[in-house]
């Protein structure tokens, strides 16, 4: 089951059932399992993706490890700030995270925290950043809370800033002006 918010406002009351039978693709992003000791460690390491000389996102961490051969890096406590026609929009944090340097697809782990700029906030253990679709996901429990929503799930997929987003096997409170249909 997924809800998504785009269409909270749009779906009677009644129909709100159906909108949980909803079922999109799901994504993988693979990262294999680092082993032996890194070819590079580097400190204050930070990597930008831009487009059409925009930045997209920007990637900071204390500390990242770099395996040459798998082309991927492990970051020591991430904060990813993504952007969007030049505004920032939300932050991400975490314990950690994995890069794939090639395609710069990400992972973040333990205690991974989203805040948009809106004031969306999105709580997981693990996060995918699928950078070709520009689209954050789990399958992982999640918490989203945003001016009175207050959801838990088993699954999430969303835009970067929190606007466009899907939640899988969702409980817990939508205020009743947001369903778009009558109380009664």
Known sequence: MI???RDMKKIPISFFALLLL?????RAVDFVPVEGDPDQEIEKFTLRQSEGGELSWELVAELAMVWDDTH???ARHPRVDFYKNGGHVAVLNAEEGTVNLLTNDMEA???VVVVSD???VLRTEVLGWDNRQQRLFTERTVSYE???I???GSGFESDADLTDWKIR???GTVPPEELGGEVF
């Open 3 to 5: 809800f998504c918010a």
């Open 22 to 26: 909803a079922c999109e693709e799901e």
């Open 146 to 148: 945003k001016a009175g």
């Open 150 to 152: 207050s959801l838990t």
């Open 169 to 171: 096997h969702p409980r």
């Open 109 to 111: 782990r333990t205690g």
């Open 118 to 120: 809106t004031g969306a």
């Open 72 to 74: 991927q890096a492990v």
